[in-house]
């Protein structure tokens, strides 16, 4: 069974930067698309980046302007370069990926703390 790779994780000051990494743990074919999450204890998870096998990449308001997603296809590895970073973004990031329009593999997450 597939299973997804995270990290890049850890404690950081308002300000700094992180850079996440999500790998597959063996080829996979059909991937639509490479995304990142998060959540809070007590809140829903949320759609923090994404990024589509064809190169169309969506962002939550909240992170725009701050973190970039990219994918390398060859290795079916999806990055998040998280700059700027401030003590909301605090939370577990989990990684996606979407299979032929409607499997979906989640990482188990990885713990994204900012200090103020």
């Known amino acids: 069974q597939v299973q997804l790779v995270e990290s890049g994780g850890g404690l950081v000051q308002a300000g700094g930067s992180l850079r996440l990494s999500c790998a597959t743990s063996e080829s996979v074919f059909g991937i639509n698309a490479m995304g990142w999450y998060r959540q809070v204890p007590g809140k829903q998870r949320e759609l923090v980046a994404r990024?589509?096998?064809?190169?169309?990449?969506t962002y939550a308001d909240s992170v725009k302007g701050r973190f970039t997603i990219s994918r390398d296809g060859a290795k079916n590895t999806a990055y998040l370069q998280m700059d700027n970073l401030k003590a909301e973004d605090t939370a577990v990031y989990y990684c996606?990926?979407?299979?032929?329009?409607?499997?979906?593999?989640w990482g188990r997450g990885t713990q994204v703390t900012v200090s103020s």
């Open positions: 996606n990926v979407v299979r032929n329009y409607i499997s979906q593999i």
């Open positions: 990024i589509t096998s064809g190169g169309t990449l």
